[in-house]
């Protein structure tokens, strides 16, 4: 489990480093709410595009010019694996992903 949250958490920071400019800066936090752990990772980019936010979690969906579209389909798969759900915000100012743990052991 704990090589699957470290290799989500590495897809989502590398995909927000490649969507900025440099000098911008990507914030982590995490905290509990009800009875989740949230993990919160926000950028300062210029947002996701509104023609892929529908399929944001399907497999070769990239707007990278070399990218395979893999990274966010692995974060969700590997959420969905440890009974965790993603939602996120997206702007001009920015995109903001909460993974939302439960709280619960694991049955892993």
């Known amino acids: 489990m704990i090589n699957e949250i470290r290799q989500l958490l590495l897809n989502l920071v590398n995909d927000f480093f490649d969507a900025m400019e440099r000098r911008k800066t990507v914030s ?11 993990m919160s990772i926000k950028d300062e980019g210029n947002g996701i595009p509104t023609e892929i936010i529908d399929r944001i ?13 893999l990274g966010l389909a692995i974060c969700f ?7 965790a759900t993603i ?22």
Do not use: W
Not at 57 to 69: D, I, L, M, Q, R
Not at 87 to 108: E, M, Q
């Open 28 to 38: 982590i936090h995490t905290y509990s709410e009800d009875d989740k752990i949230i």
């Open 57 to 69: 979690s399907t497999p070769f969906v990239t707007t990278k010019e070399n990218g395979t579209g």
């Open 77 to 83: 798969a590997i959420s969905k694996r440890n009974n």
């Open 87 to 108: 939602d996120f915000t997206t702007s001009g100012n920015g995109t903001k992903f909460n993974i939302r743990f439960s709280n619960r052991p694991y049955l892993v």
